[in-house]
């Protein structure tokens, strides 16, 4: 069975400072990996996926991420944040089932952004 | 990328009445959707998952009466959520994938239903 572990339900970064969101991952097969934002009363935007290509990825907006197998972590960074970041941001596993696939998402964490 | 719409965006009910949510993929076939529910605060949950032309395959602890999954076309899932509740209050936010999305999902903007 595949699970997502978000570390920290809350983070709080000061403006133009780097912002680390944790997420690790078991997966009994290679995974497809993802991380999504949020924004109050939307659905999930995709910021950046993993799919067994390149283990550093660029998304969206600036941020990147780093697929560790030895690790089984897959963290979300920026270099400097942005107040726009603010956001709830769900990283997520993706299996491939018969007739499909299914996707199970982390708790997700929530970024504040100081001025 | 791809458009995933929901239709209605916020719906209020009294209990008891069924309310329809509808999910059209805009430019794209989508051959399979999902449904998740999603309480305050928290993360997504998959109610089910719908194959066009064939029954939903419901998580468990979902209720398949109770949400009634439609996928009869290739752009239109419709969730029904019947005899509603106000414990079934929550956000439902639909998502589709079809060939060639690369195991991507793309997400509908979600769907507010209260429950009086």
């Known amino acids: 069975a595949q699970s997502v572990t978000q570390l920290g339900s809350h983070v709080s970064v000061s403006e133009g400072a780097l912002v680390l969101l944790r997420c690790n991952y078991s997966?009994?097969?290679?995974?497809?990996l993802f991380w999504y934002v949020q924004y109050p009363n939307q659905g999930l935007q995709l910021l950046l996926k993993y799919t067994s290509a390149a283990t550093l990825v660029k998304g969206i907006n600036g941020f990147e991420a780093e697929f560790k197998k030895s690790e089984t972590s897959f963290h979300l960074t920026k270099p400097s944040a942005h107040m726009s970041d603010a956001a709830e941001y769900f990283c997520?596993?993706?299996?491939?089932?018969?007739?499909?696939?299914?996707?199970?998402f982390g708790a997700g964490t929530r970024l504040f952004v100081k001025a | 990328g791809a458009v995933v719409s929901q239709h209605p965006s916020w719906v209020i009910c009294k209990s008891g009445t069924s309310v329809k949510i509808e999910c059209r993929s805009l430019?794209?076939?989508?051959?399979?959707m999902f449904w998740y529910r999603q309480f305050p605060k928290q993360s997504l949950m998959l109610m089910a998952t719908?194959?066009?032309?064939?029954?939903?395959?419901?998580e468990q602890g979902v209720e398949k009466d109770k949400f009634l999954i439609n996928h009869a076309s290739l752009t239109l899932s419709t969730l029904t959520v019947t005899s509603a509740h106000p414990e079934d209050s929550s956000f439902y936010i639909c998502?589709?994938?079809?060939?060639?999305?690369?195991?991507?999902?793309?997400f509908g903007p979600g769907t507010r239903l209260t429950v009086l």
């Open positions: 719908s194959n066009e032309g064939s029954k939903a395959t419901y």
């Open positions: 998502s589709a994938s079809g060939p060639g999305t690369y195991n991507e999902q793309f």
């Open positions: 997520a596993v993706s299996d491939l089932r018969t007739g499909g696939f299914k996707t199970i």
């Open positions: 997966s009994s097969v290679p995974p497809y």
């Open positions: 430019d794209f076939q989508a051959t399979t």
